[in-house]
């Protein structure tokens, strides 16, 4: 039996989890986690790490409170199956070309899942050997609520769909003194998700294909999607003992955005793997059209997020 507080504060992102887990321990040992949340993440400030003008990057502020109730069991060492129920309110701020006052909508939400996983990685972040699969369904139902900040009124409207996904990722080396090694990984969304009463809440609510550390640090609407296939590859080379240069280059195929299908992001980091933790340098890149959204970011640690009311 454990009880744990985790808090996390930054200008982008802030989290506070309270969270206890009871495990009743036998060859095959079952596991209930129940936890609060609180996230918010806020990029009303500016772009986070920008070394070039931007232009796929939008202003919003998304505040998740939610209470998870999970049972789980172990299916061996490295694999399980967990059962989960959220429930809770997605707040999201933003604004409307045309409009002088900000936005906000409300999503107040139920949400069953079941998630299956099984990970053999040798490291949490920035792997070069093993794989890992999850495969996952959800279902969410709720109501969706407009306003203004001038304005108490709002329009309701009952929103509810389905969805899966799977994800795979797998390292390997290619050279027997360890010196290269390469990964690649599959991830596809597929959601019957609804239209919003906003196309911004519509968008915010939706998927996140968030491959790099970064992207999960801005708003770029194209990488959120109902349905989407994104590809990836990774390869990393030792430097000396535990540095490392690893290049990544990932793109996406969604339903078309402002006219196109395909979207791209890549990156080129430095790496070292400390005992309590990785250090990294990443030059970071998101689509190849012209030479904006390019951005420099320095990591030390193991970079934490926490668990989303919707899952994806």
């Not at 899966?164 to 991830?187: A, D, P």
């Not at 535990?242 to 980091?269: A, G, P, Q, T």
């Not at 309590?276 to 640690?301: E, M, R």
Request: hydrophobic fraction near 35%; charged fraction near 15%.
């Amino acid at each position: 039996q454990s009880f744990n507080l985790d808090i996390l504060l930054g200008p982008v992102y802030s989290m506070a989890r309270l969270k206890g887990h009871t495990a009743l321990i036998h060859n095959h040992p079952i596991y209930f986690d129940y936890s609060l949340n609180f996230n918010i993440h806020n990029t009303l400030y500016g772009n986070f790490g920008n070394l070039t003008k931007v232009d796929n990057s939008e202003k919003m502020r998304m505040i998740e409170t939610f209470l998870a109730l999970s049972i789980g069991r172990v299916l061996s060492v490295k694999s399980g199956i967990d059962i989960r129920l959220n429930a809770g309110c997605n707040n999201y701020h933003y604004t409307i070309p045309g409009y002088s006052k900000q936005q906000y909508s409300r999503f107040s939400y139920v949400t069953p899942a079941m998630f299956i996983e099984r990970s053999t990685l040798n490291k949490p972040l920035f792997p070069t050997l093993g794989s890992k699969l999850s495969l996952s369904a959800i279902y969410v139902y709720g109501k969706d609520t407009q306003k203004t900040t001038s304005t108490k009124q709002g329009v309701d409207q009952i929103k509810q769909w389905w969805g899966s996904k799977l994800h795979w990722e797998q390292y390997f080396n290619i050279t027997s003194s360890n010196l290269l090694s390469l990964g690649y990984s599959v991830e596809s969304v597929y959601t019957t998700h609804p239209d919003f009463n906003t196309p911004e809440a519509t968008s915010l609510s939706s998927p996140l294909y968030a491959p790099l550390l970064h992207s999960e640090m801005i708003y770029m609407p194209e990488y959120r999607a109902n349905r989407y296939i994104g590809l990836g590859v990774m390869p990393t080379i030792c430097i000396y003992n535990n540095l490392y240069v690893r290049f990544s280059i990932f793109s996406m195929l969604r339903d078309k955005y402002e006219d196109e299908y395909m979207h791209y992001m890549s990156d080129i980091s430095l790496i070292y793997h400390t005992p309590i933790g990785p250090v990294s340098l990443a030059l970071t890149k998101y689509n190849f059209k012209n030479s904006k959204n390019l951005y420099l970011t320095f990591n030390f640690g193991y970079a934490i997020f926490g668990d989303k009311g919707l899952y994806y």
